[in-house]
């Protein structure tokens, strides 16, 4: 069957992905598509499959008495707030309405003057071929703009007696239209694709459709394909379900939509019902020689080792094999064609043992350094692009750099996966892939392990089958391209840029006692990595953890949350990375929705996994707002005051937090992999902030007690929170510009010149932490914290102007600017004077001192 493409993303079959919207995509209604692609596999996301790990709960449609779908109603006291929250869901509902009703209008435009030429002596199309390819647009055209009409004035004159649940109640009713267009949505794409195969006329129509742009958008119109815009349907009938379970979620049960809104509920769920019933017949993708169906059940480009270099791989799990292709190369103009580098009946695929012998390939990972340093280089060009498409004529020097992104793009993907997945033939065959996350290999491995259960038997095919195959590979896949910015549409929201604020409350449905933790995973550069981890809740059923996090959002999309049971048993240890293995009890996702996501108050959610449930709270705070230096009220503590007031107060040279936080980090920390770049506990964070604060006298008994992870995230947020930063806003320009500087010789020369015109609090707590920063890396192949990683931790946090100096120069526009040049020289001013031999305080005051410029 023919595959999808919205936007060229990883797209399930097309009813498949109906069915993953429908399940765990929460706010899936704020764009025209930009969730397209975010799929799993498809045995996992049906409507009636209730084991789904990623299904959110307030997706799932619970029934009253009466067989009715009912929906959670606010709670008591938060009416007002409900009613605000309501119109902000409508308002970005709207929003994507009006985006959605220009592409039907674009597919409409087409139409017409094809009917005229199908009368004429010179048709380009037949009618039947066009009523065919445009099967009921026209109608569903009419039904979104009347109803966008309606619903415009309803959120302009916005208050509590406004009512829009009969317009939902009515869209709702009009769903058999959308029945009809699913029904003929195979045949249509079928006949598009041959009408483009017979004429080039056609074909140019179909391959570049104008689609209008929103009335308050920077761009007249885009570009898109036939074939994407005739997706557009299916994908917006989910979307409207969606949102009716969230309108249910912030309005009163007394309230006249609150019926109407319910009723709109339970038609499209059984509308979603009765089009789940045809799913099986409509998703058999290929037929075996036994005449069984083979379906395609996951894919998606994975890196494989082979001959001990990293090679990108498209992957298809079919329900009875695994096939390992590559893109080949071809002819510009003809059609990409994959060549079949291996394959494993599932009959014949083990995983590795614990207890097997056979030795490991040597994994080439790469410095972290090289991969931070390319994650600056791409988010410095995505700055560049943005200024070149608003710049006039800047259109091709913006597409070479686009060209130039998506070569690094590429290259960060490849180089950045380091979790190993193997997978074996029992014939003694073994291959090794590289991940970027746990989740992800959890998935091909449950995946596969599912479909194991069934009665497989070994399939040897022919290398005519076996072509046969790969060539459908092409028309089957969903995932269409790796997933790098250069691949996504202009109109995809870019994602969320700053801190995200997580608070991991507690879990339910474990069937026995164990050691329990959770991790946190965001999504960034087009991968997912793990940011945070919390403590192992040991020997219980029910863990409470409310731990709370801060974790750095880099365009992030998605959170993940996985849950594990924690194993001390020295003999399990994984060969690949010599690691204990820890399993996976379940494992969940969310959306980072903007517009919940940004509001100041905390948002409740919760993630079913595999029946276990973890409820977790999240708010987002802005990179700009985060940032900012802000004074402490109360001079009489240590954050937000001046380092000159506190070691004048203490009677020291470097203020006691600093001496504390260091030498409780080199005492137990300096082993621990990912000091300072993992996140603590924000609850223990700010009880050590208080403690310092309030000159506690049982700091010590504190510290000692305290995660590590915890107090070096107290060192950093002292620094973070310093009134100006460490190094002055004095000489923040002249750090800037003598890092600029090429000749060794003067750049040394200023550097020097630029930390002896430091205050001397200053710049005994900056050698202070400079020692401390250079021992961390000492133990580099133990915590993994090489000099340039501490650079990029410390670096901003050290030399951030404060408010008043960064309102002179230019405040974070967008959301690349996390790595603006201005950052980037940042992290190097703080990775020079690591990399400087040792530097003392006392040579550095005497005026006679003669710096060697042999650098």
């Known amino acids: 069957m023919e595959p999808l493409s919205a936007h060229g993303l990883p797209r399930l079959s097309w009813i498949d992905t109906l069915y993953s919207n429908f399940n765990y995509n929460t706010d899936g209604y704020d764009g025209d598509g930009a969730e397209d692609g975010k799929s799993q596999d498809s045995s996992e996301t049906l409507p009636y499959i209730d084991e789904s790990p990623t299904m959110s709960p307030q997706l799932c449609v619970s029934q009253g008495p009466d067989g009715e779908a009912v929906s959670p109603s606010p709670l008591e006291g938060d009416v007002e707030k409900g009613l605000e929250m309501k119109k902000l869901v409508l308002s970005g509902f709207l929003a994507s309405e009006e985006i959605y009703i220009n592409q039907l209008e674009a597919l409409v435009l087409p139409m017409r003057p094809l009917k005229a030429a199908a009368t004429s002596s010179q048709p380009v199309l037949t009618m039947q071929q066009i009523e065919t390819i445009f099967y009921k647009i026209q109608d569903i055209f009419e039904i979104h703009k009347e109803f966008y009409d309606a619903l415009l004035p309803s959120i302009q004159r916005w208050d509590e007696k406004v009512t829009v649940g ?268 590289l991940l970027s996350s746990d989740y992800e290999r959890a998935e091909w491995k449950e995946s596969i392990q599912k479909l194991q259960k069934k009665d497989l038997q070994a399939c040897m095919l022919s290398s005519v089958e076996l072509q046969v195959l790969t060539s459908s590979c092409f028309k089957l896949r969903t995932v269409h391209n790796i997933p790098v910015t250069t691949n996504k549409d202009d109109e995809e929201t870019p994602g969320l840029y700053g801190f995200l604020h997580v608070i991991v409350r507690s879990a339910t449905g474990f069937q026995e006692s164990a050691n329990l933790y959770c991790t946190l995973e965001v999504d960034s550069f087009g991968y997912f990595v793990s940011k945070a981890k919390t403590r192992v809740f040991r020997d219980t059923a029910e863990p409470q953890w409310n731990e709370e996090f801060e974790i750095e959002l880099e365009g992030s999309q998605y959170l993940r949350i996985l849950c594990y049971e924690k194993c001390f048993d020295k003999s399990m240890l994984n060969k690949d990375d010599n690691e204990i293995v820890d399993k996976i009890m379940g494992k969940g996702q969310v959306q980072l929705d903007p517009q919940t996501v940004q509001s100041k108050n905390w948002h409740m959610d919760v993630i079913e996994m595999n029946g276990i449930k973890v409820e977790f709270s999240m708010k987002f705070t802005s990179r700009d707002l985060s940032l900012k230096r802000t004074p402490s009220k109360k001079q009489s503590g240590v954050f937000g005051v001046k380092i000159n007031v506190v070691t004048k107060r203490e009677r020291s040279k470097v203020p006691y937090i600093v001496r504390q936080c260091i030498e409780e980090v080199e005492k137990r920390g300096i082993d621990e992999v990912g000091i300072y770049r993992i996140s603590g506990v924000a609850t223990d964070i700010q009880a050590l902030k208080l403690a310092f604060d309030t000159n506690t006298k049982d700091i010590l008994v504190m510290l000692s007690d305290m995660d590590i992870n915890a107090i070096a995230g107290t060192l950093k947020l002292y620094f973070r929170e310093l009134p100006e930063p460490l190094l002055t806003d004095r000489l923040y320009p002249a750090f800037m510009e003598g890092i600029a500087l090429s000749d060794p010789a003067a750049k040394e020369n200023c550097m020097m010149h630029l930390l002896r015109s430091l205050p001397d609090p200053n710049l005994m707590t900056f050698l202070t932490l400079l020692e401390h920063l250079k021992r961390v890396a000492e133990k580099e192949p133990v915590n993994k914290m090489s000099l340039h990683n501490l650079g990029t931790v410390f670096g901003p946090t050290l030399l951030r102007p404060s408010e008043s100096e960064s309102a002179k120069g230019q405040h974070i526009t967008c959301a690349s600017d996390i790595w603006s040049h201005d950052v980037m020289a940042q992290v190097q001013v703080l990775l020079y004077y690591l990399q400087h031999p040792p530097i003392s305080f006392a040579e550095l005051k005497r005026n006679t001192l003669y710096f060697s410029t042999d650098v």
């Open 166 to 433: 009969h317009l939902f109640q009515k869209l709702a009713s009009q769903l058999g239209i959308y029945k009809a267009f699913v029904d003929n949505y195979k045949n249509a794409l079928e006949t598009a694709e041959k009408c483009s195969q017979a004429n080039n006329y056609f074909q140019k129509i179909s391959e570049t459709v104008s689609v209008k742009g929103p009335k308050d958008s920077k761009d007249s119109s885009t570009k898109s394909s036939m074939e994407n815009l005739l997706y557009k349907p299916i994908d917006r009938v989910t979307r409207s379900t969606l949102v009716l379970h969230d309108l249910l979620k912030h309005t009163p049960k007394d309230h006249p939509d609150f019926p109407l809104l319910q009723d709109a509920l339970r038609i499209s769920q059984n509308f979603l019902s009765s089009i789940n019933e045809e799913i099986d017949p409509r998703r058999t993708a290929v037929t075996t020689p036994k005449g069984e169906a083979r379906q395609l059940v996951k894919d998606g480009f994975l890196v494989e080792v082979s001959e001990s270099s990293r090679k990108l791989r498209h992957v298809f799990l079919f329900t009875d094999l695994l096939l390992c292709a590559k893109m080949k190369k071809t002819a510009v103009g003809r059609h990409q064609q994959y060549e079949c580098k291996w394959y494993i009946p599932l009959a014949d695929l083990t995983f590795q043992t614990l207890d097997d012998s056979d030795s490991c390939p040597s994994i080439q990972v790469l410095p972290e350094h090289e991969i931070e340093e390319m994650k600056m280089k791409i988010s410095v060009l995505k700055n560049d692009i943005q200024k070149e498409k608003k710049a006039p004529k800047g259109q091709s020097r913006a597409e070479r750099l686009r060209k130039k992104m998506n070569e690094q793009e590429s290259w960060l993907l490849l180089q950045s996966p380091t979790i190993p997945f193997r997978i074996h033939n029992k014939h003694g065959k073994s291959y090794l892939f």
